[in-house]
């Protein structure tokens, strides 16, 4: 598809009455109810699965361009950005030896892809946020740059997929965050971003609503472990913001802020935020049929959930289900959790997955009083999370039934609950404590990747280096480590 044709689709998908997609949405909800009432959408075992985002960086760190390469290798999908790519893993077993596949998976992936990448002098970073823009051109204008010539914006740098340049309709396409506030015509300002996103999925689909409380009353917790987006690009900020209160007002992940503010349009409804509670299942399908449609396609070729799909796809609520029609027999409803940045290394990724799978494992079944924290409370520590890391006021309902508004109380009991969960889904003890040590650690240590990345900043800083010199020193410095650390160690040996 040249320019032209993208420009024309992306023009046809953004007007097109949604009389008849909204139908077929409607017919495909009836079905799914139908279905999940009948047990179709019951699974007789847990897996778990990631999706794992990552992008391409050169020798010196700056922003690489992705290879086509390196998107033809099996496994792996086109993101929004040209510099961006998403590894798929396949579904495994909750358990000792699928944790492992899930590891050894990740690794291999990410060898062939470094393989391809070495060919143009590259590799893949995983991280949440890059800070050093292409050697050619600044952070501002890579992400704003557009093709003016047709009568919608079409983004340069943003792959020629439909569905992405037509996500900006309707959209923000702002960034608003301390000392960063800029304006583009498309979402291509997401892909600031990465991240890594734990699924899993829920025996009983009736049950749904009760994982998914559980799942927003740990997401604080867990979005406070794993902050890693302090930091943009250098001439992202204001001219005026002097680097020291850069340091001191930044949210310790940015990754939040930055899809909100780009998604959500004032008095629309949004499209990225903390969701709410569901009362049934019925609920939650019903949701989706009642968002207000954004990119009504039209699919020649269709299955019973075609278009429920892609338009549950137009909302990024940090948590939300997934309903997963699949022709051998293994569908299921699943919770993929996602606010969650690029990780510095595979164990850490890993352990994500380990510690959320592990207490929506022990939670609902030791009925933990933590699912009564009022939605609000939960809402609060979200946002808190991502705004101050580990700092964050969280406040939480321990196994009996005591609030808390400890940190250290609040990680030993959800640490616990999910050894719990791990050793409900068979894990040894050794097991467990090789899974969940490199997010303990970052409590045990109250360091965070933002932590160590803002503390090199300061460094920097206090050394004399100008504030661009010291976040790109950083920005290189993290690189370095992760190549050292990546494959077979983690974090806590930074």
Known sequence: MNRSELATEVAAVSTRDSASFDERVRDEARWLLSAIVNGEFDSSHTTVGLEYECYGVDDEGSLLTMPQAVIDRPGMEKEIGRHQVELQVSPQPFSAAGLEAIESEVRARFEAANEALAAHGGQLASGGMWTIPPTDKGALEYLTESDGSHDVPLATNMVDTVRYHAQGHGAATRIDAPHVTHEGETALLNSLTTSIQPHHVVPEATELPRYHRYALR????????????????????????????????????????????????????????????????????????????????QFDERDDLTHFSHKHGCYWRWIRPVFDERSDGTSNVRIEFRPIPGQPTIRDSVAFVGLFSGLLTALPRMDHPVAELDWATARDNFYGAAADGLDADLEWLDREGDRTDSVADCYDDLFACARQGLSMAGFEDDEADRVLAPLESRVTRDRTPADWKLDRVEHGLDAGLSFERAVEDTQRAYLRMQAETFEDGCFARW
């Open 218 to 297: 740990v997401a604080g917790p867990l979005l406070a472990l794993g902050v890693n987006s302090p930091l943009f690009p250098p001439d992202l900020y204001e001219a005026e913001a002097a680097p020291r209160a850069v340091l001191t007002d930044c949210r310790m992940e940015n990754r939040i802020g930055v899809f909100e503010s780009v998604m959500n349009a004032e008095d629309e409804a949004p499209k990225a935020t903390f969701p709410a509670d569901v009362d049934s299942v019925g609920d939650a399908v019903s949701s989706v049929v009642e968002d207000p449609t954004i990119l009504p396609m």
